[in-house]
């Protein structure tokens, strides 16, 4: 008896003793070959579908649309005092452009409003007032958060059934995808009219965006404001 017990003690000690620390290196190593495998198929996943969007939208992108649409919805971007940033000016200024030349009968500024001490909106329809857009064509949607928000609410909070989206073009293949897959007819006009510094680093964090959204058309996420 004191034999068996001899030997069940050494196998405890043997299965619970102390891993060398060859075992311990080995163990790291293919955790961190299995993490790193795994962070490189994700990456590669957005990137694919990066590109799956953009390639969807690339034939809706144009300088000169033609036929009519409901309504030029504007996305917002930075404000500095009360002074819209190059790239938002350059939207704005695309945007009253096709105004005026006939393409809509409507123009939605869409962008953050929803605080008293940051108003991208607010700047954006004195912009188009003074520009000569008449007030009561100008529609404003302080609840345009993100582009998917400002697109579903383009739909469902203003009725609108087709649109002429207006942005930068690194933001627009996204900005067409979330509308034509919500049941709008839509064309993007890309509002480039100068250079912009830091531009890598958006087209960098845009590929991200096309990932995240495309993710919410595909589970029909509601805007974070419905109304």
């Known amino acids: 008896m004191k034999e068996y017990w001899s030997k069940f003690v050494e196998l405890l000690r043997e299965r619970f003793k102390k891993p060398s620390r060859e075992t311990v290196v080995t163990v790291l190593t293919r955790t961190a070959l299995v993490l790193c495998t795994a962070v490189l198929l994700f990456a590669v996943g ?15 992108i ?11 919805v504007v996305f917002g971007a930075k404000v500095r005092d009360g002074v819209p ?8 200024e695309t945007g009253i452009d096709l105004y005026f030349a006939g ?15 940051y108003d991208e909106v607010s700047v954006m329809v004195q912009y188009a007032i003074d520009a000569g857009v008449p007030r009561e064509d100008i529609l404003e949607d302080p609840y345009g ?17 087709s649109i ?5 073009e690194y933001h627009l293949s996204r900005a067409i995808y979330i509308a034509d897959k919500n049941g709008i007819r839509v064309c993007g006009v890309p509002s480039d009219l100068r250079s912009y510094g830091g531009q890598f680093l958006r087209d960098v ?12 058309v595909q589970l029909g996420k509601a805007p974070s404001y419905t109304e």
């Open 164 to 168: 002429v989206a207006v942005t930068q």
């Open 103 to 117: 393409i809509a009968p409507k123009i939605l500024m869409s962008g953050d409003g929803e605080h008293d001490d």
């Open 85 to 92: 940033s190059d790239m938002l000016e350059d939207r704005l």
């Open 46 to 60: 957005v990137f694919a579908v990066s590109c799956s969007v953009k390639a969807y939208s690339a034939d809706k």
């Open 145 to 161: 958060l993100s582009t998917y928000d400002s697109i579903v609410r383009a739909k469902k909070v203003f009725k609108m059934r």
């Open 205 to 216: 964090r845009e590929i991200a965006a096309r990932f995240k959204d495309f993710y919410y």
């Open 62 to 72: 144009t300088d000169a649309p033609s036929g009519k649409y409901d309504c030029i």
